[in-house]
C-alpha cells in the first residue's frame, strides 16, 4: 500500500482535487440556497417597507368591507325624499347626495374600527359616547396655549355644559396613550368658517378630562398620553400641529401597515356604487332612458382594467361634512341647531352611571397606580415619535 503524504506530490495532487471538489459542492449548495432565497424573497413582505409589527391587506377585511358598503348603499337609495318645490323633480339627486354625505362618514368608522382589530393592543370606542365638557377644561383651553398643558388633570365628573361625541376613541394599552378621532369625509367646507376651531376646542377640553373618564368608566382603562386629531377622508394636505390628520395617514395611528391602502380602496368601492345610484336618478331627472343593467362584478372588472388605485385620487365625492358642530358649546338652552353632535343633542340612551364600578374584574384590578403622575395633552403625534 502506497502512503499519501501532505508533502509527496501524490498527496499535494490528492488535496488540490478534494479541495475543488469541496469548493465546487459548496458554490452549487450556495446557489441553490440563494436561488430559494430569492424565490421566497419575492413573495415575503420587504422589511425595509415596514413600519409598524401589525400588517393588514385588502383581501383581509374584503369580506367585512363588502358587508359595510353593502348596507351603507341600502341606507342611502331607501331614504325617502321629501317634496321641494325649489328641486322640483331633482329631489330625488339632492336626496341620494345629502345621504351619501351621512352614511360615508359612518362608513370610515366602521372601516376603522375593524381595521384596529388587526392590532391585538388596540381598544375602539364607539358607541355614542359622551365626554364631560368640563368648564374648567374649556376655560383652560380657551385661555392657553395647549403645548402649556401637559401635566395638567381634571376630574370627569367636575361641574360640565354640555358633552362632546366623539367618533372614535382608540386606546393602544401597550403605550397607555389614547386617540380621540373625529372623521370628516372631506375639510373642504371647513376653509374660512370658525366651525373648525370650535371643534378643536371642544375635543381638547374633552381630552383633558379622558384619562380620569376610561379610569372610571371602563374597568379601570388607564392612559397616560391623549392626542386629538380630525381625519380628513378627502386626504387634503395634513397638519399635525393643528390637529388635522390625511386619512393616508391612518396606518401611524393605528400602528397598521397598509391600513391606508385599505381604506382608499374602500372609498374606492363605495364611490363606484354611489356614482351608479346616482346615475339612475339623474337620468330620471332628466327623462332619459335607463343604462343597460350591468353586473357588479363586470363594473369592477371594467373599473380595474382602465385604472389602478395609485393612480386616483384617494376620494370619489366631493360634498359637505356629515356633521354639523355645534357653535356654542357652552348654550343650555338646548336650542343647538340642526347636524348638531353635542351632548344634549345625541341619542339619550346612554347611560352614564355604567361606570364598571361593580365589576369584579375592575375591583380586584390594584396593580397600578391612579392617578398617574403625568398626563400629557395635546394634538396627536405619531406614537413613533411619541
Same mark, same amino acid.
Given at each position: 500500500?502506497?502512503?499519501?503524504?501532505?508533502?509527496?506530490?501524490?498527496?499535494?495532487?490528492?488535496?488540490?482535487?478534494?479541495?475543488a471538489?469541496?469548493?465546487?459542492?459548496?458554490?452549487?449548495?450556495?446557489?441553490?440556497?440563494?436561488?430559494?432565497?430569492?424565490?421566497?424573497?419575492?413573495?415575503?413582505? %420587504? &422589511?425595509?417597507?415596514r413600519?409598524?409589527?401589525?400588517?393588514?391587506?385588502?383581501?383581509?377585511?374584503?369580506? #367585512?368591507?363588502?358587508?359595510?358598503?353593502? @348596507?351603507? =348603499?341600502?341606507?342611502?337609495?331607501?331614504? $325617502?325624499?321629501?317634496?321641494?318645490?325649489?328641486?322640483?323633480?331633482?329631489? /330625488?339627486?339632492?336626496?341620494? *347626495?345629502?345621504a351619501?354625505?351621512?352614511?360615508?362618514?359612518?362608513?370610515? $368608522?366602521?372601516? *376603522?374600527?375593524?381595521?384596529?382589530?388587526?392590532?391585538?393592543?388596540?381598544?375602539?370606542?364607539?358607541?355614542? +359616547? @359622551?365626554?364631560?365638557?368640563?368648564?374648567?377644561?374649556? $376655560?383652560?383651553?380657551?385661555?392657553?396655549?395647549?403645548?402649556?398643558?401637559?401635566?395638567?388633570?381634571?376630574?370627569?365628573?367636575?361641574p360640565?355644559?354640555?358633552?362632546?361625541?366623539?367618533?372614535?376613541? =382608540?386606546? /393602544?394599552?401597550? @403605550?397607555?396613550?389614547?386617540?380621540?378621532?373625529?372623521?370628516?369625509?372631506?375639510?373642504?367646507?371647513?376653509?374660512d368658517?370658525?366651525?373648525?376651531?370650535?371643534?378643536?376646542?371642544?375635543?381638547?377640553?374633552?381630552?383633558?378630562?379622558? &384619562?380620569?373618564?376610561?379610569? @372610571?368608566?371602563?374597568?379601570?382603562l388607564?392612559?397616560?398620553?391623549?392626542?386629538?386629531?380630525?381625519?380628513?377622508?378627502a386626504?387634503?394636505?395634513? #397638519?399635525?400641529?393643528?390637529?388635522v390628520?390625511?386619512?393616508? $395617514?391612518?396606518?401611524?395611528?393605528l400602528? =397598521?401597515?397598509?391600513?391606508?391602502?385599505?381604506?382608499?380602496?374602500?372609498?374606492?368601492?363605495?364611490g363606484?356604487?354611489?356614482?351608479?345610484?346616482?346615475e339612475?336618478?339623474?337620468?330620471?331627472?332628466?327623462r332619459? %332612458?335607463?343604462m %343597460?343593467?350591468?353586473?357588479?362584478?363586470?363594473?369592477?372588472?371594467?373599473?380595474?382594467?382602465?385604472?389602478?388605485?395609485?393612480?386616483?385620487?384617494?376620494?370619489?365625492?366631493?360634498? =359637505?361634512?356629515?356633521?354639523? *358642530?355645534?357653535?356654542?358649546?357652552? /348654550?343650555?338652552?338646548?336650542?343647538?341647531?340642526?347636524?348638531?353632535?353635542?351632548?344634549?343633542?345625541?341619542?339619550?340612551?346612554?347611560? #352614564?352611571? #355604567?361606570?364598571?364600578?361593580?365589576? &369584579?374584574?375592575?375591583?380586584?384590578?390594584?396593580?397600578?397606580?391612579?392617578? %398617574?403622575?403625568?398626563?400629557? +395633552?395635546?394634538?396627536?403625534?405619531?406614537?413613533?415619535?411619541?
Open positions: 500500500m502506497t502512503n499519501l503524504h501532505a508533502s509527496s506530490p501524490g498527496g499535494k495532487a490528492l488535496r488540490a482535487a478534494t479541495s471538489s469541496s469548493t465546487m459542492s459548496f458554490a452549487a449548495g450556495s446557489t441553490s440556497r440563494r436561488q430559494f432565497g430569492e424565490r421566497f424573497a419575492v413573495q415575503a413582505e %420587504p &422589511p425595509v417597507l413600519r409598524h409589527a401589525h400588517l393588514v391587506r385588502y383581501p383581509d377585511v374584503e369580506a #367585512d368591507f363588502d358587508v359595510l358598503i353593502e @348596507k351603507a =348603499i341600502t341606507a342611502i337609495a331607501d331614504g $325617502e325624499p321629501v317634496e321641494d318645490e325649489i328641486l322640483g323633480h331633482y329631489v /330625488n339627486v339632492a336626496s341620494l *347626495v345629502r351619501v354625505s351621512f352614511r360615508e362618514g359612518k362608513l370610515l $368608522e366602521q372601516a *376603522v374600527e375593524r381595521l384596529a382589530k388587526v392590532n391585538p393592543d388596540l381598544v375602539v370606542l364607539m358607541q355614542s +359616547i @359622551k365626554l364631560p365638557l368640563v368648564k374648567a377644561a374649556i $376655560e383652560t383651553v380657551a385661555g392657553n396655549d395647549w403645548r402649556q398643558l401637559e401635566g395638567v388633570r381634571l376630574d370627569c365628573e367636575a360640565a355644559k354640555g358633552s362632546y361625541t366623539p367618533d372614535l376613541i =382608540i386606546v /393602544n394599552r401597550a @403605550k397607555r396613550a389614547a386617540f380621540v378621532l373625529d372623521l370628516k369625509r372631506s375639510l373642504a367646507s371647513y376653509g368658517t370658525s366651525r373648525l376651531e370650535e371643534l378643536k376646542l371642544k375635543m381638547l377640553a374633552s381630552a383633558m378630562v379622558l &384619562p380620569d373618564w376610561l379610569y @372610571k368608566t371602563q374597568k379601570r388607564m392612559v397616560e398620553t391623549v392626542g386629538v386629531a380630525i381625519i380628513d377622508g386626504s387634503r394636505p395634513s #397638519d399635525h400641529a393643528a390637529g390628520w390625511a386619512l393616508a $395617514e391612518i396606518d401611524d395611528l400602528e =397598521i401597515d397598509g391600513a391606508a391602502t385599505c381604506m382608499a380602496e374602500l372609498r374606492l368601492r363605495f363606484r356604487r354611489v356614482q351608479q345610484l346616482l339612475v336618478e339623474a337620468r330620471r331627472a332628466l332619459l %332612458p335607463e %343597460p343593467t350591468v353586473t357588479a362584478t363586470s363594473l369592477l372588472a371594467d373599473a380595474d382594467s382602465t385604472t389602478s388605485l395609485h393612480q386616483r385620487r384617494f376620494g370619489t365625492l366631493r360634498a =359637505i361634512p356629515r356633521a354639523m *358642530v355645534c357653535v356654542d358649546a357652552t /348654550n343650555d338652552t338646548g336650542d343647538h341647531g340642526p347636524g348638531c353632535r353635542c351632548g344634549s343633542c345625541e341619542d339619550p340612551s346612554f347611560d #352614564d352611571d #355604567d361606570d364598571g364600578h361593580d365589576d &369584579p374584574e375592575a375591583l380586584t384590578d390594584d396593580t397600578v397606580s391612579w392617578p %398617574p403622575e403625568h398626563i400629557r +395633552i395635546g394634538f396627536a403625534r405619531r406614537l413613533l415619535d411619541a
